[in-house]
């Protein structure tokens, strides 16, 4: 089975919560990912888009093949500002993106003390974040169409391109305002024995499109 991402509006605070949009919440170690880009102003570090944190123990009832941790947080960052009908320095199009593109982060433990809000804010120190929605999780089909964890990817194209990898997260196109092309989808994969070994730092994204 695979595990059905929803996502909703909430006036709750979501510190170190699973959560879609809004501000990461790391650990005081680890760093906020950039991706190098070059253009008319030089080569500068661009910070990459925030799309969620999932604690990992509000999916560990829905996963009891173990094939996630059970604790600590997953962090995923992605360069998908052109899907947000903002300006980018880059472009990512159809099929395997650069891997720098995609960042997951984990961390094995979550402290309410020592963990602090990365928030990213513009030249007039307006925030460029999106207002974080809250995720909840349930059991779905593996080959289910829609944002989730774990599973396969809804297009067969991705699986024949990348037959050696695995599913982490697939994005569906319309997921809170995100719109890949007409009807498409990022899939996060791993080759398999990186999943294995837990190397979750070498993520690959696969944008398809129908």
């Known amino acids: 089975m695979a595990i059905r991402i929803h996502l909703q509006e909430t006036e709750t605070e979501l510190f170190c919560s699973s959560k879609w949009w809004g501000d990461p919440d790391l650990p005081a170690d680890m760093e906020y990912p950039t991706v190098e880009v070059t253009d008319e102003d030089g080569t500068y570090p661009y910070p990459l888009t925030f ?3 999932i604690d990992c123990e509000d999916i560990a009832p829905l996963d009891p093949e173990g094939r996630l941790p059970y604790q600590g947080m997953f962090y995923v960052f992605a360069a998908i500002d052109e899907y947000l009908d903002y ?8 099929g395997q993106w650069d891997r720098k593109m995609v960042v997951v982060k984990y961390t094995k433990a979550i402290n309410f003390e020592t963990f602090r809000s990365a928030i990213l804010v513009d030249d007039e120190d307006q925030p460029l974040t999106q207002k974080a929605l809250k995720m909840t999780f349930e059991a779905c089909e593996d080959n289910a ?8 990817p809804f297009f067969e194209e991705v699986l024949q391109e990348m037959p050696e990898h695995q599913n ?4 569906d196109s319309d997921t809170a305002g995100l719109r890949f092309y007409d009807g498409g989808m990022l899939n996060l994969l791993y080759n398999k024995a990186d999943w294995e070994a837990g190397k979750w730092k070498l993520v690959k994204g696969y944008l398809s499109s129908c």
């Not at 169409?145 to 396969?152: A, E, K, M, S, Y």
């Open 87 to 94: 300006d980018a320095p880059y472009h990512n199009g159809l």
């Open 168 to 171: 982490f997260l697939q994005i």
């Open 51 to 53: 799309l969620c944190q």
């Open 145 to 152: 169409d829609g944002t989730r964890l774990l599973g396969v």
